[in-house]
């Protein structure tokens, strides 16, 4: 198994013990950049809306550790969110 396919259907930010999505949780799927294919937890975004986008943290981005890749809904109330780029 590559590391590509380990990454699939995890949860951005979950525990490595219990990877997995949750019952009862609502997830959108990370289209892209280095965080490609992982599911972000968006539970509760309805109500305070993604704005712009997330910067979401991550150290196999293009600023290594300490940087951070921003994904936007591909959709208002989408459930996959685009790569947008890097950033410090």
Do not use: C, N
Request: hydrophobic share 30%.
């Amino acid at each position: 198994m590559d590391e590509l396919e380990f990454m699939r259907g995890r949860v951005y930010g979950a525990d490595h013990d219990d990877p997995g999505p949750r019952a009862g949780r609502s997830y959108a799927e990370l289209a892209g950049g280095p965080l490609d294919g992982l599911l972000l937890d968006v539970t509760g975004s309805e109500e305070t809306g993604p704005g712009e986008g997330v910067r979401l943290r991550t150290e196999i981005g293009r600023y290594g550790a300490g940087g951070r890749s921003v994904y936007v809904p591909r959709q208002p109330g989408g459930k996959v969110y685009d790569w947008w780029g890097d950033v410090p």
